[in-house]
């Protein structure tokens, strides 16, 4: 059995890191982290207070079942949404669930996120699209989102709150990030009567630039 404190580490730092932007409240979100043969994830505790959480409260699961090989806690109850992402998104291994507010709203509206923003493209892959619904901690949950994130870094889930998906921890914990500024951004434009979406074309070139 490896040694599974760098993971937890990782997990630890960017759940703490997330908690303290605002990411999410109270015991709401999730972060996991894949080990780099796809056997094992890290992730955070079922309903556990992020102020309180320490290293030994990070739970290592076995990624094909969920069976808890490391950890005194319940996994998260979205580990089988996490395990879905990373077993149909091609060289994921980290995953961040957040309740932020104004990427939320847009989850409870109803309405995805257009590319307002030429950071979007780089950061996100384009628009956030938004996920259907489905009951929280289910199969169907993890199908339904790892579907919509197949050529997207991030989405909305429906009536529920957003993923970020990324090639590391940080990284999905950096797109968590730009998921509300552009949800943010789109919200108070939108308040301000217009929200110009990018062209076509402006988002043709930006992907060329990017070579994507």
């Known amino acids: 059995m490896p040694c599974f404190a760098p993971m937890k580490e990782n997990v630890l730092e960017n759940t703490l ?15 996991s982290l894949m080990d ?12 556990f207070r992020y102020e309180r959480m320490k290293l030994d409260d990070i739970v290592v699961v076995e990624a094909a079942t969920g069976a808890v090989v490391e ?8 580990w089988r949404m996490h395990a879905a992402i990373f077993r149909n998104v091609p ?5 961040v669930h957040t309740h932020s ?9 109803g309405m995805p996120i257009p590319v307002i923003l030429i950071e979007m493209i780089a950061y996100i892959g384009g628009d956030i699209p ?3 619904f489905e009951l929280p901690g289910s199969e169907e949950l ?8 197949r050529d997207r870094n991030a989405c909305l889930m429906a009536n ?14 950096l797109r968590a990030i730009y998921v509300e500024d552009a949800a943010k951004i789109y919200s108070l434009a939108l308040q301000a009567g217009r929200a110009t979406v990018l062209s076509e074309d402006a988002i043709a070139a930006m992907r060329r630039k990017l070579g994507r």
Request: charged fraction near 10%.
């Open 71 to 78: 950890g005194k806690h319940r996994p998260s109850s979205e």
């Open 101 to 109: 507010p104004y990427a939320t709203a847009f989850a409870v509206a």
């Open 17 to 31: 890191q997330a908690y303290r932007e605002g990411l999410f409240a109270g015991t709401s979100g999730n972060l």
């Open 130 to 132: 938004l996920s259907g």
């Open 142 to 149: 993890g199908a339904t989102v790892s579907a919509t994130l």
């Open 36 to 47: 780099e043969t796809g056997t094992w994830i890290a992730i955070t505790p079922s309903s």
């Open 91 to 95: 060289g994921s291994r980290g995953v």
């Open 160 to 173: 529920h709150g957003a993923v970020a998906l990324g090639t590391t921890l940080d990284q999905a914990h």
